[in-house]
T-cell receptor
Framework: EAGVTQFPSHSVIEKGQTVTLRCDPISGHDNLYWYRRVMGKEIKFLLHFVKESKQDESGMPNNRFLAERTGGTYSTLKVQPAELEDSGVYFC??????????????FGSGTRLTVV | AQSVSQHNHHVILSEAASLELGCNYSYGGTVNLFWYVQYPGQHLQLLLK??????LVKGIKGFEAEFIKSKFSFNLRKPSVQWSDTAEYFC???????????FGKGNQVVVIP
């Protein structure tokens, strides 16, 4: 089966610009998660979708970040306006409903965002 | 604060050497435990996981990990590494009933041929 796909793989933008990251989960996976790794730090949870609904968005750093999941399929994460501290690698992961961390979900390769 | 600790963030060793990576967590109660690996240019992959039962867990590629509840630890081991084990290794904890993973900072392991 196809894995979790994220694009772009790399993005370099200027401070103040807008960037949209996309994640295509494995088909049929209702759980979708976003995580972020800032350089030198641990990977941190951002939010969790179940189908199109936000189950937990407590990890979102501030209101410059907006995540959506259209029709319960792919998800986008928009950063507007981007700040220097938003630089990092953004990971997406998906799993079947009823699975998730208990079973180890499937990660994408990540999007490396650099804000200059 | 609740956290996951991984020490020795950069490890360099020769092929055939033994590898042990430490992982300690500070969450109370029941937890699920994981080790993930990220090979250069690839996505995070699950190496092994522990939910319950035998505290010695065997994973892919000859890796194993031991859960020691009294020490809040879940250390990863491999008796004899290969050059292809060069990667970054992440310990992760899922507190029971929570939908998120808490990761450690990772261990960058370089195996010299």
């Amino acid at each position: 089966e196809a894995g979790v796909t994220q694009f772009p793989s790399h993005s370099v933008i200027e401070k103040g610009q807008t960037v949209t990251l996309r994640c295509d989960p494995i088909s049929g996976h209702d759980n979708l998660y976003w995580y972020r790794r800032v350089m030198g730090k641990e990977i941190k949870f951002l939010l969790h979708f179940v189908k199109e609904s936000k189950q937990d968005e407590s990890g979102m750093p501030n209101n410059r970040f907006l995540a959506e999941r259209t029709g319960g399929t792919y998800s986008t994460l928009k950063v507007q306006p981007a700040e220097l501290e938003d630089s990092g690698v953004y990971f997406c992961a998906s799993s079947l409903l009823g699975q998730g961390e208990d079973y180890g979900y499937t990660f994408g390769s990540g999007t490396r965002l650099t804000v200059v | 604060a609740q956290s996951v600790s991984q020490h020795n963030h950069h490890v360099i060793l020769s092929e055939a050497a033994s590898l042990e990576l430490g992982c300690n967590y500070s969450y109370g109660g029941t937890v699920n435990l994981f080790w993930y690996v990220q090979y250069p240019g690839q996505h995070l992959q699950l190496l092994l996981k522990y939910f319950s039962g035998d505290p010695l867990v065997k994973g892919i590629k000859g890796f194993e990990a031991e859960f020691i509840k009294s020490k809040f630890s879940f250390n990863l081991r491999k008796p004899s590494v290969q050059w292809s084990d060069t990667a970054e290794y992440f310990c992760a904890v899922n507190p029971y009933g929570n939908n998120r993973l808490a990761f450690g900072k990772g261990n960058q392991v370089v195996v010299i041929p």
